[in-house]
């Protein structure tokens, strides 16, 4: 079964509005997770990785103060899109580990589509 | 950072013919390397993995090489069908908590 989910599964919204996209880890408390941005036809490129209880820390290019994330709790981080604009529109998917120290797979969840008009 | 890169970006063949990906990556400390599915508008999932003390791995019509010298690794479909048709991504990270690195993809077509 799943064991990420992230709500909601699809959004639009009109440009200059914010958008909150939540990921949940369903089995287990996650320390970490990881953001990613997929465009149409391209492949997913990391925005931030969430650290529970700290900030997050972004990728190159990826304006901190637009894409707020936060990961308050051991099983929920969430990622805000504020001001959006049409060319935020894109799929976002969240991730997290195994719990099993030496297992590398990554989970992931069935991403957000959001969509800025 | 890691840099994956991953040929062909697309990729035809006739049903019951093999496909190969190959992918490169640049960081020797990468010992982890899946390969995902991802049809239209769904999450990627796991179709295989390796870890860097394997030169190779299979399941049924699925293999994956790892030639850590070169640092290589390729994905293998054999007696390929039409619910193979999806984009592949392949990918590589490091030990600890850090996340993947995704290559560009390769859009897969099997034609029946």
């Known amino acids: 079964g799943a064991v990420v989910s992230q709500h909601p599964s699809w959004v639009i919204c009109k440009s200059g509005t914010s958008v909150k996209i939540e990921c949940r880890s369903l089995?287990?408390?996650?320390?970490?997770m990881f953001w990613y941005r997929q465009f149409p036809k391209q492949s997913l490129m990391l925005m931030a990785t969430?650290?529970?209880?700290?900030?997050?820390?972004?990728e190159q290019g990826v304006e901190k103060d637009k894409f707020l994330i936060n990961h308050a709790s051991l099983t929920l981080s969430t990622l805000t899109v504020t001001s959006a604009h049409p060319e935020d529109s894109s799929f976002y998917i969240c991730s997290r580990q195994t719990r099993e120290y030496g297992l590398n797979e990554q989970f992931f969840g069935p991403g957000t589509r959001l969509t800025v008009l | 950072g890691e840099n994956v890169e991953q040929h062909p970006s697309t990729l035809s063949v006739q049903e019951g013919d093999s496909a190969v990906i190959k992918c490169t990556y640049s960081?020797?400390?990468?010992?982890?390397f899946p390969w995902y599915k991802q049809e239209l508008g769904k999450r990627p999932q796991l179709i295989i993995d390796i870890r860097s003390n394997v030169g190779e791995k299979k399941d049924q019509r699925i293999a994956v090489t790892l030639n850590k010298t070169a640092k290589h690794f390729s994905l293998h479909i054999t007696e390929t069908q039409p619910e193979d048709s999806a984009v592949y991504f392949c990918?590589?990270?490091?030990?600890?908590?850090?996340?993947?690195?995704f290559g560009k993809g390769t859009r897969l077509s099997v034609i029946a």
């Open positions: 969430s650290n529970e209880g700290s900030k997050a820390t972004y």
């Open positions: 089995d287990f408390q996650a320390t970490t």
């Open positions: 960081d020797s400390a990468s010992n982890y």
């Open positions: 990918a590589a990270r490091g030990s600890g908590n850090t996340p993947l690195v």
